[in-house]
């Protein structure tokens, strides 16, 4: 198995800063300071790791006020003292804590979601006039040219600006539904 080399810059880089700070702060390189350090280092070291189940633990982290901190060390010494040999950490004083009110507080039901304003149906459209077949109707609109109406007549009348769509389909071209429908009521078509 191979080692991971040692990255010699930041090893310079990191003494620096640890140089830097005891500069900054002398009373850490004090024998009393040093002391305090092997003592947590030694609580650590007893202190047994435990995993957590995969239940979905989820941490939550928050600030106590110091007379809420203090209570909670209190109800630690008096729950350690009902269960010897157990060593209760301020986690688990918590999580007890918190279990037991959420247990007794009175469930309160969830506050039902508004209903939706009622939405009014749309109105009903009257059904769509079908377009006269596009044969038929070339038929009636070359009748109808040949009593004296322009193309640009037509054209005005059924709202276009010229007459170049309609010469388009007299010759075969297409047209919309609602543009033959307008042709069809201009000229008297059914």
């Known amino acids: 198995m191979s080692e991971r080399p040692i990255d010699l810059a930041a090893l310079r880089d990191g003494t620096v800063a640890l140089r830097a700070l005891a500069r900054a702060y002398p009373d850490l390189t004090t024998p009393a300071s040093g002391a305090r350090l092997a003592r947590w280092l030694e609580e650590q070291?007893?202190?047994?790791?435990?995993?957590?189940?995969?239940?979905?633990?989820?941490?939550?982290?928050?600030?106590?006020?110091?007379?809420?901190?203090?209570?909670?060390?209190?109800?630690?010494?008096?729950?350690?003292?009902?269960?010897?040999?157990?060593?209760?950490?301020?986690?688990?004083?918590?999580?007890?804590?918190?279990?037991?009110?959420?247990?007794?507080?009175?469930?309160?039901?969830?506050?039902?979601?508004?209903?939706?304003?009622?939405?009014?149906?749309?109105?009903?459209?009257?059904?769509?006039?079908?377009?006269?077949?596009?044969?038929?109707?070339?038929?009636?609109?070359?009748?109808?040219?040949?009593?004296g109406h322009t193309v640009a007549s037509v054209a005005r009348a059924v709202g276009l600006s010229d007459g170049s769509l309609l010469s388009r389909w007299v010759r075969g071209g297409k047209i919309s539904d609602a543009l033959a429908s307008k042709i069809a009521a201009h000229i008297g078509a059914p």
């Open 45 to 147: 070291e007893a202190t047994p790791v435990r995993k957590l189940d995969d239940s979905g633990s989820v941490q939550i982290n928050f600030r106590a006020p110091s007379a809420l901190a203090a209570s909670l060390e209190v109800e630690r010494v008096r729950l350690s003292a009902a269960t010897p040999g157990l060593v209760l950490s301020a986690s688990d004083v918590v999580r007890v804590l918190l279990a037991r009110a959420l247990t007794l507080a009175p469930a309160t039901p969830p506050t039902p979601k508004p209903t939706p304003p009622a939405i009014a149906p749309a109105p009903a459209r009257a059904p769509k006039a079908k377009a006269p077949k596009a044969d038929d109707l070339r038929a009636r609109y070359q009748a109808h040219r040949e009593l």
